[in-house]
Structure formats: structure tokens, C-alpha cells
């Protein structure tokens, strides 16, 4: 369908549908969100769409389907609407135009973009060339992938994550990435699409020692406090060698020097007991900050 693009740059009222020859004139008009006597609902979702309320600047009141870039919408925000072959009907509001009752921040994740430098008329200062999202006070931001779809943030220099509280659920792997990076999907014949395939985890990676039961976890895990450190004679050849043999000594000085065994006997904790042959230590402290459950 040949679409004819027409926007409103100065005229007081929306213009016809259909002017310039054509059948299917779009229209691009500019509105602030809400009504004179808004409902309770200004803004409500429908089909699975979400709908808001528009005043035109002609003073005709709408309903307007918000398109999918447009994000933080509020009561009085001026806002683009797209009229789909003039029909007000079919309505579709495109973006949001910054004035001073819905400025740019000041800044956003400490970084300044210089806008509450030039609030006064006539005044003007360079614009911020980064890319910034900021939502107003009490709005939730979330981003979710569908199904099979990975997240990839790769940083040119650092990542700088800043929270009251910051909560990882599944695997966590610090300073390590996948074993096979993602792909994404392709367009097949047919109107058909090619699935990608998602990113495979870093594989564990064992590891075997002389700890009784065997050691279980990954090689480069993060030890707990709750997790337990245990030392024998395969462990710590150098300490629990001096201490087998003290312990041989302890036992032929029992033989010469009998005045010697009682002593030997409580430390053995009568009736005699073996000696032990492994040492565990818990920790003493650990982070309240920082945890790992799993």
C-alpha cells in the first residue's frame, strides 16, 4: 500500500483524510496525553495492547494506541500520533516531545546531560551525545527475553551496577564466559524465520582431591561460610607428618615411662579412642552483603 505522509506543522485542526490526491493520507498530528475529564483509566490495555488517552491540538479528544518505542508516558506529556489514513480510530501515538513540564533529567546514573543548564528560553548548551533511559519516580523498568532468547551486554570499559539490593537467580560465573556465544535468528523462504541458538553455560570444571567424602563442586567455586575446610595427612603432608609423629613418640614414651600412660590415656578420652587422622575449621565470619545459596 502506497502511503502519503503529511505532517501538521502550523494548522489549528487535523487535516482531511484523504487530501493530496490520495486515498490512504496518513496523518502526523501532535496531542497531550489525557482529557479534560480524564476516567480513571487514562491509560488502560486492551487486546493485549495498551491504549491512552489523547487531547489533539484541534481539541478533539482520542484514543490512541501507544506504539511499542514509546515508554514513561504520564498525564500532559506532549506526544506525536500518527493518524493510520486519517482515521482517528486508528490512532497511534510514536513518541514523546521533552518540553519543560516533561524535560530531559539533569542527569541519569550520575552522569549529567547538562539540560538543567538550559531550562531558561534563549538559552542553549551542547546536547548529550549518549544513549540514556531514565523512568519517572515509582516506575518499575523490566526486560524479559522470550523463550530461548539470551541477554548480551558487552561493555567497550566497565560495567558499573549500583542497587540497594542486587539478586542473581541460576548459575553465576565471575570473570569466565559461555563455552559458545549465542546466534541469532535468520529470515528462511517462505516467510519462514530460522531459529537461533542460545548461548551453551561454562561447562564445570571438576575437581579431584584427598578430602573425605570427595570434594564436590566446581574447580574455581566460591567457598561459603557454610561450606566446610578439612585437612589430613594428603592434604597437608608437611603438619599432619609432624603430628603422626609426635604421636609415635607420645606411644613409646607410654612403653619406658609409665607414669606417662594415665596422662596419655585421658588425652585419648578413656576408653581409648584413635587418634584423628583429619581436622575440619568453620568460618569465623563472613560477608552480609555478598551471599551465594546454591
Not at 501532535?30 to 490495555?45: N, Q, T, V, Y
Not at 518540553?99 to 538543567?116: H, I, K, N, Q
Amino acid at each position: 500500500m502506497s502511503v502519503a505522509f503529511r505532517v501538521r506543522r502550523s494548522m489549528p485542526a487535523p487535516m482531511p483524510a484523504g487530501g493530496g490526491g490520495g486515498d490512504d493520507a496518513t496523518q502526523v498530528d501532535l496531542g497531550r496525553i489525557g482529557h479534560e475529564d480524564p476516567s480513571p483509566a487514562w491509560m488502560r490495555l486492551e487486546g493485549g495492547q495498551a491504549f491512552v488517552e489523547v487531547t489533539l491540538r484541534s481539541g478533539d479528544e482520542i484514543v490512541a494506541r501507544v506504539g511499542d518505542s514509546v515508554h514513561d508516558l504520564a498525564i500532559g506529556d506532549i506526544v506525536s500520533v500518527v493518524l493510520v489514513d486519517g482515521d482517528p480510530g486508528q490512532a497511534v501515538v510514536t513518541s514523546v516531545l521533552h518540553d519543560l513540564e516533561a524535560a530531559l533529567p539533569s542527569s541519569v546514573a550520575g552522569v549529567s546531560t547538562g539540560a538543567s543548564a538550559a531550562t531558561e528560553p534563549g538559552v542553549s548548551v551542547p546536547a548529550p551525545t549518549f544513549s540514556f533511559l531514565r523512568t519517572r519516580d515509582g516506575r518499575l523498568l523490566a526486560i524479559e527475553t522470550g523463550s530461548g532468547g539470551d541477554i548480551v551486554v558487552h561493555s567497550g570499559a566497565s560495567v558499573h551496577i549500583q542497587a540497594s539490593a542486587t539478586h542473581i537467580e541460576g548459575a553465576v560465573h565471575l570473570a569466565a564466559g559461555p563455552s559458545t556465544p549465542p546466534t541469532g535468528s535468520l529470515v528462511a523462504p517462505g516467510n519462514a524465520q530460522t531459529p537461533g541458538a542460545p548461548m551453551v553455560e561454562r561447562l564445570p570444571v571438576p575437581l579431584v582431591n584427598a578430602t573425605l567424602p570427595p570434594y564436590g563442586g566446581d574447580r574455581y567455586a566460591v567457598v561459603r561460610a557454610v561450606d566446610a575446610y578439612q585437612s589430613n595427612i594428603a592434604v597437608d603432608v608437611a603438619f599432619w607428618s609432624k603430628w603422626v609423629g609426635l604421636l609415635v613418640m607420645f606411644e613409646a614414651w607410654a612403653t619406658v615411662l609409665p607414669v606417662l600412660l594415665p596422662a596419655l590415656n585421658a588425652l585419648k578420652a578413656i576408653p581409648p579412642v584413635p587418634w584423628p587422622g583429619s581436622m575440619e575449621s568453620k568460618a569465623m565470619t563472613a560477608s552480609t552483603q555478598v551471599t551465594a545459596d546454591g
